[in-house]
């Protein structure tokens, strides 16, 4: 079973590159106070969904850059 704070790492992690350069990155501490705005019991399985959703659907800059680099190619 995972973890409170490898579930917040695991989503810290996924989106650090978000804004980087405009905002100071996320940390976990930031990322638990604002999922602790939630009933307890939710906590743990909202970072979990958040962990999934972003596994599938964030794109990183480099992911993002790859894709660009590969389309003008094509």
Excluded: N
Aim: aromatic share 10%; proline share 3%.
């Amino acid at each position: 079973m995972t973890t409170r704070k490898e579930l917040l790492e695991r989503v810290v992690e996924q989106i650090a590159d978000c804004r980087e350069g405009e905002i100071a990155s996320m940390g976990t501490a930031h990322l638990d106070k604002w999922v602790r705005q939630f009933p307890g019991a939710s906590q743990e399985p909202i970072l979990a969904e958040l962990g999934h959703v972003f596994s599938k659907t964030y794109f990183t800059r480099k992911t993002f850059a790859d894709f660009l680099s590969e389309t003008a190619v094509s």
